[in-house]
């Protein structure tokens, strides 16, 4: 049976006996307190189309990232422009690049679209190989993902380097990067090259540091005449984020404070929760994001029971070579669970 939410005695779910989550890189302490405000007025609007409502979440991030409005496509999550950039580099027919390991769920229908996949190796620590990408675009090559910070490694490429990489490889192929995680670190977005390359599409969220991971709403930033591309895989451009996330979104974009809180607190609960599992003999990459990438080869207790005993939820193993598993980065209440689970 379901409950009712028109019924006199309905009560919102209680969460308080859910798990610890720490398996998908959500922020913890968000939506933000003025994204709150804003999607609970917005519940009111409901009942209308959110289209003026999204230019003007448009005009927002067009002026975030120094581009013009024809530059953004907006998404139901980040996700919704990885399945169009799925599709329209399946329309080119031929294979696409992408890092083993990295980010890849989003890929899984590729083959039902007649799309080959080329997995690159990363470097021994764990960032994305760029001289060997480059190396393996042939004839057939027409993307490659650059999910920038990784997920789950935390690494990130060096700017320059990424930049040299962009130019020599967009003469022949599309870039696609990724910067879910962007926010987490002191790099800036490569958004502004967007005006002058026409083969590069970026992909943001705001699941991760703005807290609207439940709300689904992302964007990509690319040249207008790919973003028109692209946008005509959708029957209408940007009509898949409701007026709530939309609301929220906009809002989340002038609470500049929470993000200066969600860093400041990521950064310390960063430092612990590595300190700890280094104490504790595991090897961590050091990480740009709000997740650890570490080493389960000295872990001599079966890590994933010690979760499940302790009701949190973590990942899995990525690379069973040096048993490699991620974690999400909690609260630091959350985080003191997860390491006294360990030990
Ligand atoms: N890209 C990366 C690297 C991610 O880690 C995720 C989610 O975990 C996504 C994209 C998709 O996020 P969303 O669809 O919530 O924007």
Same mark, same amino acid.
């Given at each position: 049976?379901?409950?009712?939410?028109?019924?006199?005695?309905?009560?919102?779910?209680?969460?308080?006996?859910?798990?610890? *989550?720490?398996?998908?890189?959500?922020?913890?302490?968000?939506? !933000?307190?003025?994204?709150?405000?804003?999607?609970?007025?917005?519940?009111?609007?409901?009942?209308?189309?959110?289209?003026?409502?999204?230019? $003007?979440?448009?005009?927002?991030?067009?002026?975030?990232?120094?581009?013009?409005?024809?530059?953004?496509?907006?998404?139901?999550?980040?996700?919704?422009?990885?399945?169009?950039?799925?599709?329209?580099?399946?329309?080119?027919?031929?294979?696409?690049?992408?890092?083993?390991?990295? %980010?890849?769920?989003?890929?899984?229908?590729?083959?039902?679209?007649?799309?080959?996949?080329?997995?690159?190796?990363?470097?021994?620590?764990?960032?994305?190989?760029?001289?060997?990408?480059?190396?393996?675009?042939?004839?057939?090559?027409?993307?490659?993902?650059?999910?920038?910070?990784?997920?789950?490694?935390?690494?990130?490429?060096?700017?320059?380097?990424?930049?040299? &990489?962009?130019? $020599?490889?967009?003469?022949?192929?599309?870039?696609?990067?990724?910067?879910?995680?962007?926010?987490?670190?002191?790099?800036?977005?490569?958004?502004?090259?967007?005006? $002058?390359?026409?083969?590069?599409?970026?992909?943001?969220? &705001?699941?991760?540091? %703005?807290?609207?991971?439940?709300?689904?709403?992302? %964007?990509?930033?690319?040249?207008?005449?790919?973003?028109?591309?692209?946008?005509?895989?959708?029957? !209408?451009?940007?009509?898949?984020?409701?007026?709530?996330?939309?609301?929220?979104?906009?809002?989340?974009?002038?609470?500049?404070?929470?993000?200066?809180?969600?860093? !400041?607190?990521?950064?310390?609960?960063?430092?612990?929760?590595?300190?700890?599992?280094?104490?504790?003999?595991?090897?961590?990459?050091?990480?740009?994001?709000?997740?650890?990438?570490?080493?389960?080869?000295? %872990?001599?207790?079966?890590? &994933?029971?010690?979760?499940?005993?302790?009701?949190? *939820?973590?990942?899995?193993?990525?690379?069973?070579?040096?048993?490699?598993?991620?974690?999400?980065?909690?609260?630091?209440?959350?985080?003191?669970?997860?390491?006294?689970?360990?030990?």
């Amino acid at each position: 049976t379901f409950a009712n939410p028109l019924a006199e005695d309905y009560v919102l779910p209680d969460f308080d006996n859910s798990p610890i *989550l720490l398996r998908s890189n959500e922020n913890p302490y968000g939506p !933000s307190p003025l994204a709150r405000i804003a999607m609970t007025k917005s519940v009111n609007n409901s009942n209308r189309y959110g289209w003026n409502l999204e230019s $003007e979440l448009i005009s927002a991030l067009a002026k975030k990232n120094n581009v013009a409005d024809n530059n953004i496509l907006l998404g139901a999550g980040s996700t919704e422009i990885l399945d169009l950039v799925l599709q329209y580099t399946a329309l080119k027919k031929g294979n696409f690049i992408m890092a083993e390991t990295t %980010y890849n769920y989003w890929t899984a229908p590729c083959e039902k679209l007649g799309l080959k996949k080329i997995k690159i190796p990363l470097t021994k620590d764990k960032k994305h190989d760029l001289t060997a990408m480059l190396k393996a675009i042939d004839a057939d090559t027409k993307m490659i993902y650059i999910c920038n910070p990784n997920n789950p490694t935390g690494t990130i490429c060096d700017r320059e380097k990424l930049v040299s &990489f962009i130019n $020599e490889a967009t003469k022949k192929v599309i870039v696609f990067v990724d910067e879910a995680y962007i926010d987490f670190t002191k790099e800036q977005s490569l958004s502004n090259l967007v005006t $002058e390359n026409k083969n590069l599409i970026i992909a943001k969220t &705001f699941s991760k540091m %703005y807290g609207l991971a439940g709300a689904r709403i992302g %964007y990509a930033i690319a040249n207008p005449a790919t973003i028109e591309e692209i946008g005509s895989l959708k029957s !209408s451009a940007n009509d898949s984020v409701g007026v709530v996330s939309t609301a929220g979104a906009i809002a989340s974009l002038q609470d500049e404070n929470f993000v200066k809180q969600v860093n !400041s607190n990521n950064e310390e609960v960063k430092k612990y929760t590595i300190d700890q599992l280094t104490q504790l003999n595991l090897t961590c990459i050091p990480s740009y994001s709000n997740f650890i990438y570490f080493s389960l080869e000295n %872990y001599k207790k079966d890590y &994933f029971k010690q979760l499940e005993n302790h009701n949190i *939820l973590g990942t899995k193993i990525y690379e069973e070579n040096g048993k490699w598993t991620r974690i999400t980065i909690g609260t630091m209440k959350e985080m003191q669970l997860f390491i006294a689970a360990l030990k």
